[in-house]
């Protein structure tokens, strides 16, 4: 079959996304309106926190995150080799050193005895993390009640990277209700579980640390009740700390509210589609994806692993049939930005190893059976 490109992640766009998003274009605000707080209510109540903030991506999101817990100059950010760069990133753009905890070999995610071991280390030479930013990789929640506990005991705080989770359990509670961190970021982006285009939130159950992911969002400029001097009149504004412009559009916020309508119905169709994977690929010499019983994933990717000496040829094998394979992550360490910060490669020995063998599956709303079958077809003949 089937000469069309097939993407490994896609937005799902129907009549209702158009039409929000047309409405909201023809209203009075086009940006800083009313659907901006519809939406970060709707997050907010769907995940079960208190609090949300939304902006104009999840590198923004988690660069507000940051500031908010007061990272900065000579502070110690921690996150997983195995994530986009931008999980990372947010650390040195607050002037702060960055440093990794390697990941489990099943779950790909950051391994709590991994990070126990290392704050031990860490507290001996007076270098323990401000922040510790835990990715959930592919959906699927990090073992979080370990990292909070690991938290309380050496005094850092938590931002969740939910960047691909939005729609996931871990335990009892739905993931960005922070009830074992500070802070979680969702991202937004056409590729993750729904879309505002570009866009992101944190979420929060602190009203101090709202306020101030709300100040860095918008110019560190506050409202009349937040004043730290004389109000002028009614025309003035004060700004009382250094912020950014990171808003989210009405447009976008239109979007989000129609999308969040969907986000049970897209995350239970990844679901379906992740489990005849599972079904069709079982026998084939590929590690798939593994599941932890105390989380439901919301299935983002599809990642599975093939021996290190044939990732290669797969991929390219995989491509040359228009199948849009991708490979998720190249270890963060060994960026050659990473490298001239003294990081080599080795550091982080199981990162390196999945990221070896790597390769993420398509998987979206709009995979048909018949699409699927041609992937694991050539999967299958790229594998002999
Ligand atoms: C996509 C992604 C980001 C960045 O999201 P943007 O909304 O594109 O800024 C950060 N972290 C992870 C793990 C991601 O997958």
């Not at 993390?129 to 005094?155: N, R, T, W």
């Not at 739905?174 to 505002?196: A, E, M, Q």
């Not at 004043?227 to 004060?238: I, S, V």
């Not at 983002?300 to 394979?325: M, Q, W």
Request: proline letters at 4%; hydrophobic letters at 40%.
């Amino acid at each position: 079959m089937s000469n069309h490109f097939i993407p490994y992640g896609r937005q799902l766009i129907e009549n209702d996304d158009i039409e929000a998003v047309v409405d909201a274009l023809s209203s009075d605000f086009l940006t800083q309106g009313p659907r901006i707080a519809e939406f970060e209510d709707m997050l907010a109540s769907y995940v079960g926190a208190k609090y949300s903030v939304a902006v104009n991506s999840a590198t923004s999101a988690l660069h507000i995150a940051c500031l908010a817990l007061g990272l900065g100059d000579g502070d110690y950010l921690w996150t997983s080799p195995n994530t986009f760069v931008a999980s990372a990133n947010v650390g040195r753009l607050c002037g702060a050193n960055v440093d990794f905890v390697d990941i489990d070999s099943k779950t790909y995610n950051m391994c709590p005895e991994k990070l126990e071991l290392k704050l031990i280390k860490a507290k001996e030479i007076g270098k323990l993390p401000k922040i510790v930013i835990p990715v959930h990789f592919a959906g699927q929640s990090c073992d979080m009640e370990q990292i909070y506990s690991l938290s309380k005991i050496y005094d850092f705080k938590i931002i969740e990277d939910a960047s691909h989770a939005v729609g996931a359990t871990y335990k009892d509670s739905n993931v960005g209700s922070c009830r074992f961190s500070d802070i979680t970021v969702f991202s937004f982006h056409p590729v993750k579980i729904i879309t505002t285009a570009e866009g992101g939130v944190a979420t929060t159950n602190s009203e101090e640390v709202f306020d101030r992911m709300s100040l860095f969002r918008s110019h560190g400029v506050t409202r009349e009740e937040k004043f730290l001097e004389e109000n002028h009149g009614p025309w003035y504004y004060q700004q009382i700390d250094l912020g950014l412009n990171y808003r989210m559009t009405d447009l976008q916020a239109a979007l989000g509210i129609s999308q969040m309508r969907k986000l049970d119905s897209l995350v239970l169709k990844r679901k379906e589609l992740a489990s005849k994977y599972n079904d069709l690929l079982k026998d084939l010499p590929v590690i798939l994806p593994f599941q932890e019983e105390f989380s439901k994933s919301s299935l983002h990717l599809y990642p599975i692993k093939v021996k290190a000496n044939k990732r290669k040829e797969v991929f390219e094998y995989l491509r040359s049939k228009n199948i849009g394979v991708n490979v998720h992550y190249i270890p963060v360490h060994t960026q050659p930005y990473y490298r001239k910060l003294g990081f080599e490669e080795g550091m982080f020995p199981e990162s390196e190893s999945y990221y070896a063998g790597a390769i993420s599956l398509p998987l979206h709303p709009q995979l048909t059976d018949e699409e699927m079958n041609f992937v694991v077809q050539c999967l299958k003949e790229s594998l002999r």
